[in-house]
T-cell receptor, first 113, second 115 residues
Framework: DAKTTQPTSMDCAEGRAANLPCNHS???????VYWYRQIHSQGPQYIIH???NNETNEMASLIITEDRKSSTLILPHATLRDTAVYYC??????????????FGQGTILTVHP | DAGVIQSPRHEVTEMGQEVTLRCKPI?????LFWYRQTMMRGLELLIY????????DSGMPEDRFSAKMPNASFSTLKIQPSEPRDSAVYFC?????????????FGAGSRLTVL
């Protein structure tokens, strides 16, 4: 898996958009970008993933730069329940890499009232 | 669906004792994973199964660890004998290959403390 770099921590005001950056400058052409989060004392939770195009689901939006060297996870209206560690992962979609997610240290997002 | 169910949620045992952690994956999922999380090493994949067959156990730390999946709805991770360095949170996760690779649903975890 390509190495990813994320800020150690970020703050966000409740109700505002939270924009979490991730650098993956060595990503290969067949590696997807995945985002998971882990709320305190819970298991990791899948958020979203993408290859080239921007993606949106009910939880978040994923913006991937055209050169695919970086991406941004956007939580459009952060709530206190979004306080968690957010992991950006670059990984092949299958084959021998299936399920072998390298979580790294992630970004601790704290949403303030 | 109740999600991935793990038991026990907390286990405290003494060094040398056998520990068995249990997991019930989401019905219909064909992949099952065991991960371990520690402060020092973060989240690590230990082993995974596809259709109840172990595919990759390269992450299992040593022979004291073993995992089984006797049927599609149940898996165990056993540590015998346990050691203090095995203290960690152990997560089970499952996925459906057809729904998108690497989209895993994790359980709440089993926190193991070995004294």
């Amino acid at each position: 898996d390509a190495k990813t770099t994320q800020p150690t921590s970020m703050d966000c005001a409740e109700g505002r958009a939270a924009n979490l950056p991730c650098n993956h400058s060595t990503i290969s052409g067949n590696e997807y970008v995945y985002w998971y989060r882990q709320i305190h004392s819970q298991g990791p939770q899948y958020i979203i993933h993408g290859l080239k195009n921007n993606e949106t689901n009910e939880m978040a939006s994923l913006i991937i730069t055209e050169d695919r060297k970086s991406s941004t996870l956007i939580l459009p209206h952060a709530t206190l329940r979004d306080t968690a560690v957010y992991y950006c992962i670059a990984s092949n979609a299958g084959g021998t890499s299936y399920g072998k997610l390298t979580f790294g240290q992630g970004t601790i997002l704290t949403v303030h009232p | 669906d109740a999600g991935v169910i793990q038991s026990p949620r907390h286990e405290v045992t003494e060094m040398g004792q056998e520990v068995t952690l249990r997991c019930k994956p989401i019905s219909g999922h064909d992949y099952l994973f065991w991960y371990r999380q520690t402060m020092m090493r973060g989240l690590e994949l230990l082993i995974y199964f596809n259709n109840n067959v172990p595919i990759d156990d390269s992450g299992m730390p040593e022979d004291r660890f073993s995992a089984k999946m006797p049927n599609a709805s149940f898996s165990t991770l056993k540590i015998q004998p346990s050691e203090p360095r095995d203290s960690a949170v152990y997560f089970c996760a499952s996925s459906l290959a057809g729904s998108g690779a690497n989209v895993l649903t994790f359980g709440a975890g089993s926190r193991l403390t070995v004294l």
